[in-house]
């Protein structure tokens, strides 16, 4: 999961590059035309490259977070409860029952 949610955001992120833009901008406002997503990015462009250059800063930063990152140590305890601390065990021995296992339990 860490190798997707690193690559996810790098990828998409060099898609969202402002120089990418010169050519997929205009690709998508006229796959959007005629919808009110359409007209929004024709009229503000400059908030489109905007956004586009702080998103692809921040996902290229947390994909390389994410793909070079410290690894997490894995942990003994039980995934319900990753603060208890594991408990040592003792080795217990089950004692036999009273009634041996090769004789029929008798009817009442």
Known sequence: ???????????????????????????????????AVGSFLSRNTGLVYTGAGIYFVVALALGAWFLFGPKREKREGDAACPTCAPVASETRIQERSPMPDDQPATRR
């Open 1 to 35: 999961m860490r190798r997707i949610g690193g690559v996810v955001p790098t990828v998409t992120g060099f898609l969202a590059c402002p120089c990418h833009l010169i050519i997929t901008l205009p690709l998508l406002i006229s796959g959007l035309s005629g919808t």
